[in-house]
């Protein structure tokens, strides 16, 4: 059975960091790409990054790009989002995905910033 | 702002048939294929359509995906009350380089 489990949430100030992971099981994590998608709250879905299965890739959403690093540990089945620079407006659900399509979801973490 | 328009909500009593659209532009709908997400009330989006009509394993076939030109619409029919929730287009978006998702339509049972 696939799961995404994301971990790493948590209240930070503005202009702080953190860093989200997620951890792959069931299925050949290193054959896959994998997103990081966010959802702020009452709001719509909004794709944020995406990496490749061996890292060659990345994409950003304009959003996030030059303070999110997406990145990955096949060895570990582990999937990374370090966020800096944090403000206000990147409040939100973040979840991990599988490929696309965006075929398995994680149950998401909450990333509050507010001071 | 989204790039991809969805109708913010649908409705029809139960066994009825609702459609949703998605409108979009030849840098995403018009040359990439078009997925479709299902989010019930306090859950994680689960996709339900990929490559604009297929299904995955276990979504029943009430739900169906269409695409033509720089639009896509999503069918439900059969309605029932477990099919309130929140659906949303995606898609690549060639120009952003980005993954772009839809407004988000929500569907009600009345």
């Known amino acids: 059975e696939v799961q995404l489990v994301e971990s790493g949430g948590a209240l930070v100030q503005p202009g702080g960091s953190l860093r989200l992971s997620c951890a792959a099981s069931?299925?050949?994590?290193?054959?896959?790409?994998m997103n990081w998608v966010r959802q702020a709250p009452g709001k719509g879905l909004e794709w944020v990054s995406y990496i490749s299965s061996s890292s060659s890739t990345k994409y950003y959403a304009d959003s996030v790009k030059g303070r999110f690093t997406i990145s990955r540990d096949n060895a570990e089945n582990s999937l990374y989002l370090q966020m800096n620079s944090l403000r206000a407006e990147d409040t939100a659900v973040y979840y991990c995905?599988?490929?696309?399509?965006?075929?398995?979801w994680g149950q998401g973490t909450l990333v509050t910033v507010s001071s | 702002q989204s790039v991809l328009t969805q109708p913010p909500s649908v409705s029809a009593a139960p066994g009825q048939k609702v459609t949703i659209s998605c409108s979009g532009s030849n840098s995403n709908i018009g040359n990439n294929f078009v997925s479709w997400y299902q989010q019930l009330p306090g859950t994680a989006p689960k996709l339900l359509i990929y490559d604009n009509n297929k299904r995955p394993s276990g979504i029943p076939d009430r739900f169906s995906g269409s695409k033509s030109g720089t639009s896509a619409t999503l069918d439900i029919s059969g309605l029932q009350t477990g099919d309130e929730a929140d659906y949303y287009c995606g898609t690549w978006d060639s120009s952003l380089s980005a993954y772009v998702f839809g407004t988000g339509t929500t569907v009600t049972v009345l």
């Open positions: 069931g299925f050949t994590f290193s054959s896959y790409n």
């Open positions: 995905a599988r490929e696309w399509p965006l075929d398995y």
